[in-house]
């Protein structure tokens, strides 16, 4: 019997590796007929943008482009298993911008540093740019960019007789004034780095620094712990969101609550278009049993996050790359994608969206009203996680929800800081 | 205390206890049909007096629910199926008989459904996507007949030995054989631990998502446990629509209450012949 | 009659060898689980990241894995949260799906069949349906459960954040495992009491016997080879729970504070990209299960011999 186990767990394992073995791709080959696979990240590309991909891959190659959408909660175990695999890789995937680096040092992704100018060069977002880079080459390139401002209760805000803060010192002070015991002056989650973030950056900090060829987690310098106790004061002086909650929804907060007919919060973070969502809310014509909110300007404002001394402070910049597998099979038509992604035609209809344009020289389609005005502003001063191979795993492990979470629970952030420097640099160098 | 008046109390806890467990049931069943609207109120609302289908309705709207009842179907029939025969034969086996390799097998059965799975799915991927059953009922089948028969070999063991012997050879010394004196005696008194061993395969095939989120990547193979998750995972980035949820969470539900309903009956003396001995 | 008699009369009777009967079911755990399963042994031995996983040859490392992780203190941490919430968690499970059992043998027919239909119900809840009902029971500012509690007078709940404590997520996970698992739990041991013949039961009671000796005098050990068999699958099971803590965490805390086992791994395979020792943990996991359950296995050895 187990002789019999055995044999047949030996032919399993013998079929295993031969199939495992994948054929690259021949270096010259026509794109003309390839079917290719695109996959995209949750829901943020809207469906106009994905027809005129299908359309315009099908003028370009007669082949077909399926688009797969893939949720950011599943997708590193999709992506851990299906990029290497060349009979199921998507050919070209959507990928996070700060899951980049990770990806493409273990050589997830095709070189397309013979495109790099024909894609837009220099006039490519830079730092997207550079955490899909490996000595001078280049992997993965930037899809879109999205930037994170205030959106306040202009109503809420007036009553207290407080202006728009012009320095992060006014705005944490201003926030806290505003906290009522069911209203958060500044609604954010415990767990919120994605956010909070911002306040160590505002304050010169870090997550972690290069020092040589290693990276380093930088959470103990004195920046980036003066960030941290700002932030600690505010969430626990100014929110009322759990400890627990993380990166979610703040926008339903600062609209009416219609059971209450008050906002639970008088002024939130949250990505830009998070403006569609927000403001009076009415029955929707098309459906009485949902609601629509129209924005109204005497209600409703919005700014970005002041920097410690004036200006405007260092927030994430959200958004994603988007990179050819090096597993395709179809290496031609995957390039022939990227192209038409890049074309100015497909850029300015992601700028018209309210998604930063990779190529800033069309950044103007985002237009010119507060909202856009606000992007740009925001996303000029806005900087990336480290890129560090080892970051998808430091986030991928929720170490710094769990980080963030201790802090602003009220832990003592210099004894924090030295435990979740251990346990990042564990991980940071992949 | 008179037994009457006790028992009155005790089948007055019983109701209320009853009550209390199906509440989460019937909280799914009301809200699904109560507008979203109303649902967002912070006092919950506990009748759905002002129904709708309308929860129904969007939540059914693009047309990926039936490809998922599709694909969950199918798979949880195959399982069910090969895990009835192949549990049934490995059962008879290891209780009607005495052979050498019997004790080690039982133990292997035992232990190999207490390894996590959680560990195992890059394994599985790579062996599924090596003969190209990704996306495919077999490729997922497989796995999940593996997981789920060692357990009802389990079950099955205790009925097969609760059929006593004796019944068979009397079978025999009418003329009939072995085998057919088995399937004419033993299997028809069986057939309450088939029934509650199909219900346990059933169930698991039916819930299970981690492995088949890796071996069903494209929407198109999605069975219903993803396509909720889906669903609910869609709606949180709005205000989650609970009334939408709640009509989704319903209709994966439904097809699993119809057959315990149908099977009910036989499950319970399926239990009862199977406990004793088990 | 021993075993070679009883083959030898098996085999005068024309049958083969059993092991044909046995041979679909080896071969689909070899087909369906042979491959994973050496895989995983074979990576707990190996550092095997994300770099392996596109190709790079994983080196060998000895006992590596498990040496780091018999030193890591978190690691530690989480198999005594688990194992704490799998034993409290069978235990409750035990025990109220057998006063549940008892109280059906008690009541009458009609009061029987609603228990009975509402346990079914709970039992064919899909656990993803469950999930989402139960996490939106207890959310905290629209959640059934806090409005109720918070009608209670002196008690305040509005806006109690049940899972933003490790100690109350557990306890929610908790709460709905037993809610999931006392069904089945009372179904099999009604079964085994309805097999305890009622002269048995009238006799004790002539002679005298108050209810609670006749529950631990006679009922138990009857229903003893029920209990034991319930037992054991609800320990194997609440230890490697997974499903239920994953979808919690989605709801709630990402953070490593509230993780048992089966997430602890999912974590350390899919988003820490560390194979090697989520293979070996794994491993450890096994290992844990047989002790829990060696009770078990050592009753079925000796009933073997026998």
Not at chain 1, 97 to 104: G, H, I, R, V
Not at chain 2, 140 to 158: E, H, N
């Amino acid at each position: 019997m187990k002789r019999k186990i055995g044999l047949v767990a030996a032919a399993t394992a013998a079929l295993v590796v031969l199939a495992g073995c994948s054929t690259p791709a021949p270096a010259e080959q026509s794109a003309d007929g390839q079917n290719i696979t695109l996959w995209l990240m949750g829901g943020d590309t809207p469906d106009t943008l994905r027809d005129f991909l299908k359309t315009e891959y099908a003028d370009a190659t007669g082949g077909t482009l399926t688009i797969e959408q893939q949720d950011w909660s599943d997708a590193l175990s999709k992506l851990t298993t299906a990029l290497p695999d060349s009979e199921n890789t998507p050919d070209v995937t959507e990928i996070g911008n700060t899951w980049s680096p990770t990806f493409t040092s273990v050589g997830a992704f095709s070189d397309i540093t013979d495109m790099y100018v024909e894609l837009g060069g220099n006039s490519l977002l830079p730092s997207f740019v550079e955490v899909g880079a490996v000595d001078g080459a280049n992997f993965a390139l930037p899809y879109y960019f999205g930037s994170r401002y205030i959106f306040m209760r202009k109503d809420v805000w007036g009553a207290a007789g407080l202006e728009i803060p012009t320095t992060l010192p006014q705005f944490n002070e201003g926030v806290v004034k505003l906290k009522t015991d069911t209203q958060s002056g500044f609604y954010i989650g415990g767990e919120d780095w994605r956010n909070g973030v911002s306040w160590i950056f505002a304050n010169g900090g870090e997550l972690a620094k290069k020092e040589g060829d290693s990276w380093m987690s930088s959470l103990s310098d004195a920046k980036t712990i003066e960030g941290l106790t700002q932030l600690q004061t505010v969430y626990q002086d100014a929110s009322l969101a759990p400890v627990t909650e993380a990166d979610s929804t703040p926008w339903v907060n600062i609209n009416n609550n219609a059971a209450t007919g008050v906002p639970e919060a008088a002024t939130i973070i949250a990505p830009g278009w998070a403006h569609w969502s927000i403001g009076d809310l009415a029955p929707d014509p098309k459906d009485d049993t949902k609601t629509v909110a129209t924005w109204n300007d005497a209600t409703f404002g919005n700014f970005v996050l002041p920097g410690v001394d004036g200006g405007a402070a260092p927030v994430f910049a959200g958004g994603s790359n988007i990179a050819v597998s090096a597993a395709s099979k179809n290496q031609a038509g995957s390039r022939e994608l990227m192209k038409i992604i890049f074309s100015e035609e497909y850029q300015n209809m992601l700028g018209a969206n309210g998604l930063g344009p990779a190529n800033l020289d069309y950044a103007s389609s985002l237009g010119d009203d507060q909202f856009a005005t606000a992007l740009s502003e925001s996303a000029a001063n806005s900087k990336l996680t480290p890129a560090a191979p080892g970051w998808a795993a430091v986030e991928g492990s929720g170490l710094l929800e769990e980080f963030f979470g201790k802090v602003n629970g009220g832990g003592d952030i210099p004894a924090l800081a030295k435990e979740y420097d251990a346990k990042i640099d564990d991980l940071i160098n992949g | 205390m008179n037994r009457p008046l006790a028992k009155g109390l005790l089948s007055a806890l019983a109701v209320i206890i009853a009550l209390i467990w199906a509440f989460p049931v019937y909280w799914m069943v009301s809200s699904s049909f109560i507008p979203t609207a109303i649902l967002q109120s912070f006092i919950p609302t506990f009748f759905p007096l002002n129904g709708t289908v309308s929860n129904y309705t969007g939540a059914i709207a693009d047309g990926s629910f039936f490809s998922a009842l599709g694909m969950s179907v199918a798979i949880t029939l195959t399982v069910v199926l090969f895990c009835i025969v192949f549990a049934f034969l490995a059962a008879a086996a290891i209780s009607r008989f005495r052979f050498r390799g019997r004790r080690s097998f039982v133990i292997a059965v035992l232990i190999v459904q207490m390894l996590p799975a959680e560990g195992l799915f890059i394994a599985q991927y790579k062996m599924v996507s090596s003969v190209h059953l990704l996306d495919s009922v077999v490729g997922v089948s497989v796995i999940y007949i593996a997981a789920v028969v060692p357990f009802t070999i389990w079950m099955l063991r205790g009925f097969v030995a609760g059929v006593p012997v004796d019944l068979e050879e009397a079978a025999m010394v009418d003329g009939l054989s072995r085998f057919g004196a088995f399937m004419r005696i033993t299997f028809p008194l069986l057939a309450p631990g088939l029934v509650a061993s199909g219900v346990y395969a059933f169930l698991q095939a039916w819930n299970e998502f981690t492995v088949a989120l890796v071996l069903l990547p494209s929407e198109a193979a999605q069975t219903l446990p993803l396509w909720l998750r889906g669903f609910v995972q869609a709606s949180a980035t709005r205000e989650t629509d609970w009334g939408q949820v709640m009509a989704a969470s319903t209709l994966v539900a439904v097809p699993v209450i119809i057959f315990f309903l149908i099977v009910q009956g036989r499950l319970t003396s399926g239990l009862v012949s199977g406990a004793v001995k088990g | 009659m021993s075993a070679d008699a009883l083959t030898r009369v098996n085999n005068r009777r024309g049958i083969r060898a059993p092991h044909l009967l046995l041979i679909p079911a080896i071969a689909i755990l070899v087909l369906g689980m042979g491959y994973p399963v050496i895989w995983q042994i074979v990576t707990s031995f190996q550092e095997y990241g994300l770099k392996q996983q596109f190709g790079q040859a994983p080196s060998f490392v000895g006992l590596d894995n498990y040496i780091t992780l018999a030193t890591d203190p978190q690691l530690w941490v989480v198999v005594g949260k688990s194992l704490a919430f799998c034993l409290i968690t069978a235990f409750v499970t035990l025990g109220l799906g057998t006063l549940l059992a008892l109280l059906m043998s008690a009541v009458t027919t009609t009061a029987r069949l609603v228990l009975q239909v509402a346990l079914l119900l709970a039992w064919s809840m899909p656990v993803v349906s469950a999930m989402t009902v139960w996490i939106w029971l207890f959310d905290r500012r629209r959640g059934a459960i806090n409005y109720l509690l918070d009608m209670v007078p002196g008690v305040d709940m509005n806006r109690f954040d049940w899972l933003s404590t490790p100690f109350t997520f557990l306890l929610v996970a908790s709460i709905i495992v037993v809610w999931m698992s006392v069904p089945f739990v009372s179904f099999s041991v009604y079964a085994g009491l309805t097999q305890v013949s009622d002269e048995v039961m009238e006799a004790a009671q002539l002679d005298g016997a108050t209810g609670w000796q006749r529950f631990w005098g006679i009922i138990l050990p009857m229903i003893r080879p029920v209990i034991s068999i319930v037992l054991l699958l609800q320990l194997i099971w609440d230890l490697r729970v997974f499903t239920q803590i994953k979808l919690l965490q989605d709801a709630g805390s990402k953070s490593g504070d509230y993780d048992l086992l089966g997430t602890y791994i999912y974590k350390l395979g899919t988003s820490a990209q560390d194979f090697g020792m989520a293979s070996a943990v794994s491993i450890l996991v096994l290992g844990i299960t047989i002790a829990l359950s060696w009770f078990y296995i050592r009753s079925l050895l000796k009933e073997d011999v026998a």
